[in-house]
């Protein structure tokens, strides 16, 4: 059967996983009584919660006698890892972009690395019902965006789609007609997508996505480059040093068929499959018939930004919540997580109570955090920091993100303030249309931590912001941290009402009344910049004098609730967030105050 090999590269949420829900059905993948979730590309519940895509995946439909396999991208730089090996997979790529916010960074992002490879894409203006779409000018950004990448002149000569995912059309013509669906779109990748080159030679593949399942082991899944493979076939696996990293053999090759994975009898060559049997064997390394001895060159993977320390819970709650506490299945979990997550990297400490992992971004590793604490792990973890690098001179150098802001005219003096003492510098400065403008600014990491839900807050929910790694800069000098300090339990025992009644003026609370605390947790934010140990146990004096009136029920201001995002950035350097599958709770890293306060003392000595 003829094949053809696309991605589709979009943003975040300009319905890429919903165009290819409709491909699917439109094109006969499910039968006419099959019950389908709705982004069904989405197989991650923290994907559908987010609506964000965080695992690439393949699929594949039929349409004409030609198996057209998809490769559904991440469009969040968190996540770049698995982007830039995808477009290895691929002949084609379709662009979506919305029909009113244009081509953002994280499509310039991937759509760069596409262009790198050599990819000519389809562009599909999606969202066209919007009342706000300015098609016309969005085709200009798109057509500038690939010009300032260094697209070639076949590039820039991309054909265009217009339509709505969401409803299942698309067409030359902005205004349809729509009763074709998505056969335009189809049609196009036939023509416009060319057939996978085949090289000569025996089996070879480059390992692109790597899983792990309970029952086949470690899957990986690639392009076959040349040959042909079948179940039992002898194999070797290469690094990129050309050095043999294991030899063994094929228990089960996996076609993409529809959403399902179907085991097949053989393989060739322009075809994407997933194989079992191997142990070692992970991205980037060759997966080849025994007699090739070089390996094939593989996209390198960008470094880790942002590092975190993973800590076994050592609270005076700790396994009351979860049932997995101990370091060893915390150890085996992150290296589990480590083995199908390139773009992550663990490191144990010294004490083996806690580790360093790193990744591309906080988000990848509050997902990380999310996604363990559902499977009833308990940790503790700290503050993101930064990953720093030094060059041949011994300059300190930082990773800087290019940030871009759209945001309400009247909220964006408030934006440039903010990211000026977080040390970034702006770049441009443009009006976007709907009385709303562009930012553009290359801000250190680090200043970034935590920005997110400040942006919210004082743009009224109405900024959007986007981040895409840039490169290593100088060192740019302090910046500013929190500025309040904390409300600290100097007890343990269960929250009272009324004292946290009492102790409503020295602050907001984080907690609510009957909830366990313990001595050294936080408990509340202090008004002032010192932290401040107050009794949150105290109950009231009950006697048999009364007076006249009767008494008055508290009334409490409800408390500040800390999501795992927002603690993650929210948190000092001497603070720790306790994750459990039912809490999320704040505490200092040294929950005795003597141990705190000779911790102070050696910091102000060194």
Same mark, same amino acid.
């Given at each position: 059967?003829?094949?053809?090999?696309?991605?589709?590269?979009?943003?975040?949420?300009?319905?890429?996983?919903?165009?290819?829900?409709?491909?699917?059905?439109?094109? /006969?993948?499910?039968?006419?009584?099959?019950?389908?979730?709705?982004?069904?590309?989405?197989?991650?519940?923290?994907?559908?919660?987010?609506?964000?895509?965080?695992?690439?995946?393949?699929?594949?439909?039929?349409?004409?006698?030609?198996?057209?396999?998809?490769?559904?991208?991440?469009?969040?730089?968190?996540?770049? /890892?698995?982007?830039?090996?995808?477009?290895?997979?691929?002949?084609?790529?379709?662009?979506?972009?919305?029909?009113?916010?244009?081509?953002?960074?994280?499509?310039?992002?991937?759509? !760069?690395?596409?262009?790198?490879?050599?990819?000519?894409?389809?562009?599909?203006?999606?969202?066209?019902?919007?009342?706000?779409?300015?098609?016309?000018?969005?085709?200009?950004?798109?057509?500038?965006?690939?010009?300032?990448?260094?697209?070639?002149?076949?590039?820039?000569?991309?054909?265009?789609?217009?339509?709505?995912?969401?409803?299942?059309?698309?067409?030359?013509?902005?205004?349809?007609?729509?009763?074709?669906?998505?056969?335009?779109?189809?049609?196009?990748?036939?023509?416009?997508?060319?057939?996978?080159?085949?090289?000569?030679?025996?089996?070879?593949?480059?390992?692109?996505?790597?899983?792990?399942?309970?029952?086949?082991?470690?899957?990986?899944?690639?392009?076959?480059?040349?040959?042909?493979?079948?179940?039992?076939?002898?194999?070797?696996?290469?690094?990129?040093?050309?050095?043999?990293?294991?030899?063994?053999?094929?228990?089960?090759?996996?076609?993409?068929? /529809?959403?399902?994975?179907?085991?097949?009898?053989?393989?060739?060559?322009?075809?994407?499959?997933?194989?079992?049997?191997?142990?070692?064997?992970?991205?980037?390394?060759?997966?080849?018939?025994?007699?090739?001895?070089?390996?094939?060159?593989?996209?390198?993977?960008?470094?880790?930004?942002?590092?975190?320390?993973?800590?076994?819970?050592?609270?005076?709650?700790?396994?009351?919540?979860?049932?997995?506490?101990? !370091?060893?299945?915390?150890?085996?979990?992150?290296?589990?997580?480590?083995?199908?997550?390139?773009?992550?990297?663990?490191?144990?400490?010294? /004490?083996?109570?806690?580790?360093?992992?790193?990744?591309?971004?906080?988000?990848?590793?509050?997902?990380?955090?999310?996604?363990?604490?559902?499977?009833?792990?308990?940790?503790?973890? !700290?503050?993101?920091?930064?990953?720093?690098?030094?060059?041949?001179?011994?300059?300190?150098?930082?990773?800087?993100?290019?940030?871009?802001?759209?945001?309400?005219?009247?909220?964006?003096?408030?934006?440039?303030?903010?990211?000026?003492?977080?040390?970034?510098?702006?770049?441009?400065?443009?009006?976007?249309?709907?009385?709303?403008?562009?930012?553009?600014?290359?801000?250190?990491?680090?200043?970034?931590?935590?920005?997110?839900?400040?942006?919210?807050?004082?743009?009224?929910?109405?900024?959007?912001?986007?981040?895409?790694?840039?490169?290593?800069?100088?060192?740019?000098?302090?910046?500013?941290?929190?500025?309040?300090?904390?409300?600290?339990?100097?007890?343990?025992?269960?929250?009272?009402?009324?004292?946290?009644?009492?102790?409503?003026?020295?602050?907001?609370?984080?907690?609510?009344?009957?909830?366990?605390?313990?001595?050294?947790?936080?408990?509340?934010?202090?008004?002032?910049?010192?932290?401040?140990?107050?009794?949150?146990?105290?109950?009231?004096?009950?006697?048999?004098?009364?007076?006249?009136?009767?008494?008055?029920?508290?009334?409490?201001?409800?408390?500040?609730?800390?999501?795992?995002?927002?603690?993650?950035?929210?948190?000092?350097?001497?603070?720790?967030?306790?994750?459990?599958?039912?809490?999320?709770?704040?505490?200092?890293?040294?929950?005795?105050?003597?141990?705190?306060?000779?911790?102070?003392?050696?910091?102000?000595?060194?």
């Amino acid at each position: 059967m003829a094949l053809r090999n696309i991605a589709i590269i979009a943003h975040v949420d300009h319905g890429k996983t919903t165009l290819v829900d409709e491909l699917l059905k439109q094109s /006969g993948s499910f039968r006419d009584n099959q019950r389908v979730a709705e982004r069904v590309m989405d197989s991650n519940d923290l994907e559908k919660e987010r609506g964000i895509t965080i695992l690439a995946k393949a699929t594949s439909v039929e349409w004409k006698g030609v198996r057209i396999n998809i490769v559904d991208t991440p469009g969040h730089a968190d996540f770049g /890892g698995e982007v830039e090996r995808i477009l290895s997979m691929v002949d084609g790529a379709i662009v979506l972009v919305d029909s009113s916010e244009g081509p953002m960074p994280q499509t310039k992002f991937v759509v !760069s690395k596409a262009l790198k490879v050599g990819l000519r894409p389809i562009v599909a203006i999606n969202k066209i019902d919007r009342p706000d779409g300015r098609h016309e000018e969005v085709i200009n950004e798109v057509f500038d965006l690939f010009a300032n990448l260094d697209a070639t002149d076949e590039q820039l000569d991309f054909p265009i789609l217009y339509g709505s995912g969401r409803d299942g059309w698309m067409n030359v013509n902005p205004e349809g007609p729509k009763d074709q669906g998505l056969a335009p779109l189809l049609d196009l990748v036939l023509e416009h997508v060319p057939e996978p080159t085949v090289e000569e030679g025996p089996f070879r593949m480059i390992g692109t996505i790597l899983e792990a399942n309970n029952f086949l082991g470690r899957i990986i899944t690639g392009r076959i480059a040349s040959g042909s493979i079948k179940p039992n076939q002898a194999v070797k696996v290469l690094g990129q040093d050309g050095k043999t990293i294991e030899t063994g053999r094929i228990s089960k090759i996996l076609a993409f068929r /529809g959403i399902e994975r179907t085991a097949i009898e053989e393989a060739h060559a322009g075809d994407i499959v997933a194989i079992a049997g191997l142990s070692k064997g992970t991205v980037a390394d060759t997966f080849c018939d025994p007699s090739v001895t070089e390996a094939m060159t593989a996209q390198p993977i960008d470094p880790p930004t942002v590092t975190m320390s993973f800590i076994v819970n050592d609270s005076p709650l700790a396994g009351t919540e979860g049932d997995k506490v101990t !370091s060893r299945v915390i150890r085996d979990r992150l290296l589990k997580e480590a083995e199908g997550n390139v773009a992550l990297k663990i490191e144990e400490a010294e /004490g083996k109570d806690s580790f360093f992992v790193s990744g591309r971004g906080e988000l990848q590793l509050a997902v990380l955090i999310e996604t363990m604490r559902r499977e009833g792990f308990e940790l503790a973890v !700290s503050r993101p920091r930064v990953v720093m690098h030094k060059d041949e001179n011994g300059t300190l150098l930082e990773p800087i993100e290019e940030v871009v802001i759209d945001v309400d005219e009247e909220h964006s003096g408030v934006v440039v303030q903010k990211m000026s003492e977080r040390k970034a510098e702006m770049a441009e400065l443009r009006p976007s249309g709907g009385n709303r403008v562009r930012l553009k600014f290359y801000a250190p990491t680090r200043g970034l931590i935590g920005y997110q839900s400040e942006l919210l807050t004082d743009t009224r929910g109405t900024a959007i912001m986007n981040r895409l790694f840039h490169d290593y800069q100088p060192f740019k000098g302090q910046i500013a941290g929190r500025v309040n300090g904390v409300l600290l339990s100097n007890g343990s025992g269960e929250a009272v009402a009324y004292a946290m009644f009492n102790l409503e003026d020295r602050g907001p609370m984080i907690i609510e009344p009957g909830e366990k605390v313990y001595a050294g947790m936080i408990i509340g934010i202090h008004t002032r910049d010192n932290d401040l140990e107050v009794n949150v146990l105290k109950g009231k004096q009950l006697t048999n004098i009364r007076a006249a009136g009767k008494d008055e029920a508290v009334k409490l201001t409800p408390p500040i609730r800390m999501t795992l995002d927002r603690a993650l950035s929210w948190i000092q350097d001497d603070e720790l967030m306790e994750v459990t599958p039912k809490s999320l709770r704040l505490r200092k890293l040294y929950l005795d105050p003597n141990d705190r306060k000779r911790f102070e003392k050696a910091k102000m000595a060194g």
